[in-house]
């Protein structure tokens, strides 16, 4: 099956550091999500991008299927934005499959 | 908020019983998900429906049974829970291909 591999595994940085996490996939993709984990288990949807670039105030999002990587950038950190973030992907259109995820990066931000 | 519920939301058993875990959604998503997290991995998928009574396996289904009678209910079964079933199960919908996860149930197994 698919491969997702997120690096770097885990990450430390103080208020106001900005970040950029890394999500590698062995094969096409037609479903790539990010997702952040709160630390009350909580999976929030960050972003979805098969494809292109998206922004979301602080969070954007950049997908190149072709070369089988995407890339969320968080700027300007809060402790808020503490927590683990997944890469999932997903072959299939339409919704039939589901998701491979990978490990996630672990991400602490210090006040 | 996509609408989704699980419940019970928390379930310590005892090895060997038979364990029910419903996903409830309001929306009428076609395609529902059963999901694990266990520490150092992301979720791994058990078992996902593309309508009412289709069902089929995904990476980790052994040891797992579900089931969907109607359209806004998706229940996994643990028939004979065992400890290796300790673990998070959260359930999903997808809406135009896109996932989202409903806030978990917590199980152990002891």
């Known amino acids: 099956g698919i491969q997702v591999e997120q690096s770097p595994p885990d990450l430390i940085l103080q208020e106001g550091a900005n970040s950029t996490l890394r999500c590698n996939f062995s094969?096409?993709?037609?479903?790539l999500q990010w997702f952040h984990q709160n630390p009350w288990g909580q999976l929030i949807n960050l972003f979805y991008?098969?494809?292109g670039t998206k922004q979301n105030g602080r969070l954007s999002a950049t997908t190149v299927a072709t070369e089988r990587y995407s890339l969320l950038y968080i700027s300007s950190s809060q402790t808020t934005d503490s927590g683990v973030y997944f890469c999932?992907?997903?072959?299939?259109?339409?919704?039939?499959?589901?998701?491979?995820f990978g490990k996630g990066t672990h991400l602490i931000i210090q006040p | 908020d996509a609408g989704i519920t699980q419940s019970p939301r928390h379930k310590v058993t005892e090895t060997g019983t038979p364990v029910t875990l419903r996903c409830h959604q309001t929306?009428?998503?076609?395609?529902m998900y059963w999901y694990r997290q266990d520490p150092g991995h992301g979720l791994r998928l058990i078992h996902y429906?593309?309508?009412?009574?289709?069902?089929d396996k995904g990476e980790v289904s052994d040891g797992y049974s579900v089931s969907r009678s109607k359209t806004e209910d998706f229940l996994l079964t643990l028939e004979s829970a065992t400890s290796s079933q300790t673990s998070v199960y959260f359930c999903?919908?997808?809406?135009?291909?896109?996932?989202?996860f409903g806030p978990g149930t917590r199980l152990t197994v002891l």
């Open positions: 999903a919908i997808s809406e135009e291909n896109e996932q989202f």
């Open positions: 094969d096409s993709v037609n479903n």
């Open positions: 991008i098969p494809s």
């Open positions: 999932a992907v997903g072959h299939s259109g339409g919704g039939a499959d589901g998701l491979t």
């Open positions: 929306e009428n998503h076609r395609y």
């Open positions: 429906s593309y309508g009412v009574k289709d069902t």
